[in-house]
């Protein structure tokens, strides 16, 4: 037996060396601070203050202030957590593309979807990215069309009552309530007619769930999840994820023997159940659970936790930010009307002026009204700011990010730059993604969908179904505003929304 002197002795020591190690490891963290440039901190809470007593949209003006004053890169301190700020185009490529990146910022465990590509660990993400992949070829994709023109006519019919009124209504609850059964449906595969208010229930609690999680995001003190457990906005959280993740658990329960299954299998996987083959096949939806179930039994991959979280990444990040950019669209169309002339001319060329329904091969022509959501993309992306967890040093343009750091991805700023989108680079104009102005633009001064291996899996599901939408919309309604560019005011609920909302009004084509 060890002498209990000899235990003391070595605990004192290992204590020393990891406590060495920590020091060594934070002194890195500060000579990189002293070297960048950033806002005047204090002990203890760093530039927190600067976010105290503010709402969202000021919050994201402080944000914009604070790179603003300084040039990237520029470091925040938020307690005892150092951030480095980028929104340089070559250092976003670098750290985009970095294995040392490849961990998203542990504030992303906020979203309780922790083996979801969204926010899973990167020894995760890789295993479940590689088998979820061909879940997004384009022959499944094309397969969800049917199911996109059938619920955009219940919107279609939705916004009706409004022509009668001519008065000025926020398009974003309908697009929203929309997009979630679109969602719904091709990841469940049930029909659960959502634009109604079961619909306007999920969307309030997704609403306030982003507001709950940014007001925690600034406060430091709150990020020990033992501590947020102790407060009430913990429990209106719990209720809101209750009502966001009702749908799927309703599924789940009745796949509960598919389930039991899985989660009594041995270490090695049944027998192989084979994808669709032909294009017969693909005539059905390819519905997204039914996909997770057969990797499930094929690779031995995904338990029922992994299967759970993958489906309610894709509802939450699918449904919120295709109706917010879908939403900014038609703003933008109502606001600027020859060009929503242009996409409507361009629509009725493609479609045809008796229009039906949409054809998967229609939406490859549609490429105006692509250039009209691309540049709404870069103005008013969802996500304008990302956050990746260093792993290991990093040497980007002017200095090297030690392991540890979070570095914060400034999207919203590079897809504003001057130096990237010309003098007028904050007025809207899709000529900027004619074909000859992108060929000689900088790679990564448009990243509505991030980039490198860690982009989003659903960019394409995404766009296919705004077009559908759009193209119901258009062919129904003539679109217009009160609002201008100037006047409108962003905010930031994780993420990018226009204060003064979507507001517009509609007449009959």
């Given at each position: ?30 000579k990189l601070s ?234 090695v996987p049944v ?53 917010l950019t879908l ?183």
């Amino acid at each position: 037996m060890i002498d209990a002197s000899v235990v003391f002795v070595l605990s004192i020591a290992i204590s020393a060396l990891c406590w060495t190690a920590w020091r060594l490891h934070k002194w890195k963290h500060y000579k990189l601070s002293a070297d960048l440039a950033g806002p005047r901190d204090f002990p203890l809470i760093g530039s927190a203050h600067l976010f105290l007593g503010k709402n969202t949209g000021e919050q994201f003006r402080c944000i914009l202030d604070i790179t603003k004053a300084h040039r990237s890169p520029c470091r925040v301190w938020l307690g005892p957590k150092l951030f480095v700020f980028i929104d340089n185009a070559d250092d976003l490529q670098t750290v985009l593309n970095a294995g040392q990146c490849l961990e998203k910022a542990d504030v992303y465990r906020f979203f309780q979807c922790e083996t979801g590509l969204f926010s899973a660990p990167a020894p995760v993400w890789k295993v479940h990215r590689k088998h979820l992949s061909p879940c997004f070829n384009a022959k499944i994709l094309a397969s969800f069309v049917a199911i996109f023109n059938a619920k955009s006519t219940i919107l279609v019919e939705q916004l009706r009552g409004y022509v009668e009124r001519g008065a000025l209504f926020n398009v974003y609850e309908y697009i929203a309530k929309c997009t979630l059964d679109m969602v719904c449906a091709t990841t469940l595969g049930t029909n659960m007619q959502l634009q109604n208010e079961q619909g306007d229930e999920y969307i309030a609690a997704i609403e306030r769930a982003s507001e709950l999680l940014n007001h925690r995001l600034y406060k430091v003190w709150l990020h020990p999840e033992w501590i947020y457990r102790l407060t009430s906005d913990y429990k209106v959280q719990q209720q809101c994820y209750a009502t966001a993740y009702k749908m799927s658990r309703r599924v789940l329960a009745l796949k509960g023997a598919e389930l039991a299954k899985i989660r009594n299998r041995s270490t090695v996987p049944v027998a192989k159940l084979e994808a669709p083959t032909t294009t017969d096949e693909y005539r059905k939806p390819q519905i997204y659970i039914d996909q997770l179930f057969r990797l499930a039994k094929e690779t031995g991959v995904f338990d029922e936790r992994a299967i759970r979280d993958e489906i309610d990444t894709i509802i939450l990040g699918g449904n919120e930010t295709s109706a917010l950019t879908l939403s900014h669209v038609v703003l933008m169309l109502a606001i600027h009307q020859d060009v929503q002339r242009r996409v409507y001319e361009e629509m009725v060329t493609v479609v045809g002026s008796s229009f039906g329904e949409v054809e998967n091969d229609h939406l490859a022509q549609l490429t105006y009204m692509e250039m009209v959501m691309k540049e709404t993309m870069r103005l008013f992306p969802v996500g304008p700011i990302i956050a990746r967890q260093c792993t290991d040093d990093l040497r980007i343009s002017t200095t090297t990010i030690p392991s540890g750091v979070t570095v914060v991805l400034g999207i919203y700023n590079v897809q504003r730059s001057e130096q990237h989108w010309g003098p007028a680079a904050n007025a809207f104009d899709p000529d900027n993604f004619l074909p000859e102005r992108t060929a000689h633009r900088h790679p990564y001064c448009f990243l509505p969908f991030s980039a490198g291996p860690r982009n989003c899996i659903g960019y394409r599901y995404g766009l296919m179904s705004m077009k559908v939408m759009l193209c119901h919309l258009l062919a129904a309604y003539r679109f217009s505003t009160d609002l201008t560019m100037d006047q409108l005011a962003l905010k930031l609920d994780i993420t990018l929304k226009i204060a003064n909302k979507h507001m517009v009004r509609i007449v009959p084509r």
